[in-house]
């Protein structure tokens, strides 16, 4: 089992997703250089849903743009249906992030249809990118929210979650990300569950995206890990909160992500030190909100190297 | 392997330390009667140490004795010395628990004292109870502060902290708990140690005793669960906070850590939402004190059960 481990930043449009600051298109590409700079490879730099819906990504195409242009930077981005995954497309995306949610409830409160046809969906997305001839071009990640419980439905089937992983790995997904957006995961579900995506998915890598609202997220990295999951998620400053509880925490922190796989002996290739210069700058940029993460306030352990 | 796992409260002891406001002595009763009533067996109530150094602590006998009424408690208090072992079989305590630190440059600045020093010292308190036909009628364990790093000497030995355990259990330590009062250690870490601590005390059970100073608290908790142990040390509402960093987190939250240990399928005993209640009281205990924890904020998920 290699002992690189990838974490893609998500703050750019899980974090920013729920804060009302605007961020500048000048800032959001400011953000992803200096943390390409602080060795990311994949950063999540938006979203194509309607602006109508989400301002804060009406500089979708811009965005991607701009950071298309970093040396090195896998600039991947979230789509919610076709029409998101065009738009993509269009704009010269290398990785789409697809989202639907094993959750029916969820699925159908977020984007208003099925998880079956939103799968159908993802198909349609695939057969987009192969009628463009762009197999090799662009890489299509499938993300299967609410994998680990739904605060709407309440519990959601490991084995509808393992079926929509063995549709999605079938149709040519490049990826299957493994998400609990609600911070409903456990570790003991977490091993489990992975190990059983794992299963369906042949060679298709699984990523794993953790939410820290009950305060688990990490543990569930670790967990992750030791089932040999090597792609992780996370928010610098653990930016993005939770929709359904103001106040509380959203996404895990990059820095401390980073922090907990480096210390147990995994090589993110990040560089700490310039990591959380960028964590302080984010203090800056985003004066109004409330950020979260441990190690910015005290620094790495004397006994880290 | 069992899967009861016992939470010790240590909020009133670790986390008053470092907290400015005074909780009045009934106050603290209170939260004692509320943390019982709520399925804590055990609770640290107080610290044994010299009023001039914390006043928070003046009345500790006082606050001891009290604890001792509350039925079905085994109130706990710390002691750094002989002279506060004295103190506290004094006032009738039922179980103590000695510090030393692994680090030799911790345990100076702490005691004064050489950590072959302080050893010498638990062993005279094993005997002071011996002396006082006290052997069955109180507990005593030994804490190992430091034992996975200290922020003035950095790294500590893991031979070292071995070597301590295996003599405090030789002097007949009824406990060895092994803490990380600065967030030095790691998932990794924490299993390969306490598994090595585990094999050199017999009988004696380990608990440990860990900071969420770094965001690693609940993942070295699941990690100290893998290899076996059964006894965890928890502030409620992370109270307690670092001397050494000023806004950074102290304990791990007893509420997070219960929350945890439930959902993996552990029982504590504990009944959440009265711990819950609990948590929304010390809000107004200590009005001035920045609390942490993350499931006060949201609440348990649909799933929990």
Request: proline share 3%; with cysteine; aromatic share 4%.
């Amino acid at each position: 089992m290699t002992d690189h481990v990838s974490v893609r930043e998500v703050g750019l449009r899980d974090g920013l997703q729920l804060v009302s600051t605007i961020l500048p298109t000048k800032t959001k590409l400011e953000w992803c250089q200096e943390q390409a700079a602080a060795g990311f490879r994949e950063i999540e730099v938006t979203s194509f849903v309607p602006p109508s819906i989400l301002p804060q990504f009406s500089d979708a195409a811009e965005v991607l743009s701009g950071a298309l242009a970093i040396d090195g930077l896998l600039a991947s981005t979230l789509v919610p249906n076709l029409k998101g995954a065009v738009r993509a497309m269009d704009a010269g995306a290398r990785k789409i992030t697809f989202v639907l949610s094993a959750s029916e409830a969820h699925n159908q409160s977020n984007v208003r249809r099925s998880t079956d046809e939103s799968l159908a969906m993802f198909r349609e997305v695939m057969e987009e990118r192969a009628s463009r001839n762009l197999v090799d071009e662009i890489q299509i990640a499938g993300v299967i929210a609410k994998s680990f419980g739904c605060s709407l439905q309440g519990s959601v089937s490991e084995s509808r979650v393992c079926e929509i992983a063995n549709l999605m790995a079938g149709y040519g997904a490049d990826e299957i990300n493994v998400a609990d957006t609600v911070g409903y995961a456990n570790p003991v579900q977490v091993e489990r569950l992975l190990q059983k995506v794992d299963s369906v998915t042949g060679a298709v890598p699984i990523a794993a995206h953790f939410h820290d609202t009950r305060g688990m997220g990490l543990a569930n990295v670790a967990a992750g890990v030791r089932v040999g999951v090597r792609r992780f998620d996370a928010s610098l400053g653990g930016l993005g909160g939770c929709p359904f509880a103001p106040g509380a925490t959203g996404n895990i922190a990059t820095e401390d992500c980073v922090y907990l796989l480096e210390s147990i002996g995994l090589s993110t290739g990040i560089d700490m030190q310039a990591l959380l210069e960028v964590r302080e700058k984010l203090n800056n940029w985003l004066t109004d909100e409330r950020l979260e993460g441990r190690l910015s306030k005290v620094g790495v352990a004397k006994t880290f190297s």
